[in-house]
């Protein structure tokens, strides 16, 4: 058996030592170049074209270099593509769920509603697009998880992007007692926002009178600000809304409780101190 090996070795010695470079020197090469195109485009194109342009290079190339070692090494490639053929008949009918998130990705490449970079709400979960494949979207959460979106789930239900536009209105929603100025409040919103310098002056807050409350009156106040700026901008703004009312003595109000402990349980005793007998 050593002395037969000896002679497969020695007779495929030359084969063997092609496949081996091609593979050990090509694979490495196709990295390489991946590794040049997303360096090359990084300023000329957006995120999502870089990662499909070099994960198609490598792969295409990675398919080129396998099918040139099988042919070198004396593999039927017309057998072989007719066998993955067949093979590949049986595979689609056992993974159609795989089929239909592959051509609901094409759509979604074609589409472009998002790219690599926005922030996504899909559902429950909320997080920044990480990688866009054929087969799925990956989000990184806020605290930094990983979620596996599938691209049919993406295609059969809605989605917000909220970073698909350069600006966003941010909207606050504020209440203030029954016996404050309307104007007066709404004079305060203005300079408060004026006074942000992460609020753009176009276009204009916008700043509206809802209505009555059940408690407070209603107002909605939504000043507009470049995309980055939105957890620098939330935490400044309500600390500046909770300042200016403080100073000006605009009152947010807050609902009450009242504890009731029931029928079946003793009244709280309650014991009036007269005012002389306090000081």
Known sequence: MTASFSEWFSEHRAAIVYCVLLLG?????LRFAGYLIRKG???KASE???MLLSKGVVYLGTTLLVLMALQKAGVQLGTLLGAAGIAGVAIGFASQTSLSNLISGLFLIWEKPFAVGDVLHVG?????VHSIDLLSVQLRTFNNQLVRIPNESLIKSSFTNVTRFPIRRMDIPIGVAYKEDVEKVVRVLKEVADANPYCLDEPEPVIIFKGFGDSALEFLFGPWFVKTDYVTLRNSL???IKKRFD???IEIPFPHRTLYAG????PFPVHIVSEE???
Not at 25 to 29: E, N
Not at 124 to 128: I, L, Q, R, V
């Open 25 to 29: 020197i090509g694979l490495p090469l």
């Open 41 to 43: 485009l990084h300023k």
């Open 48 to 50: 999502q074209s870089i």
């Open 124 to 128: 429950s979960d909320h997080g920044t």
């Open 238 to 240: 309500l600390t500046e």
């Open 247 to 249: 100073e000006e003595g």
């Open 263 to 266: 029928e079946a349980t003793r």
């Open 277 to 279: 007998r306090h000081k």
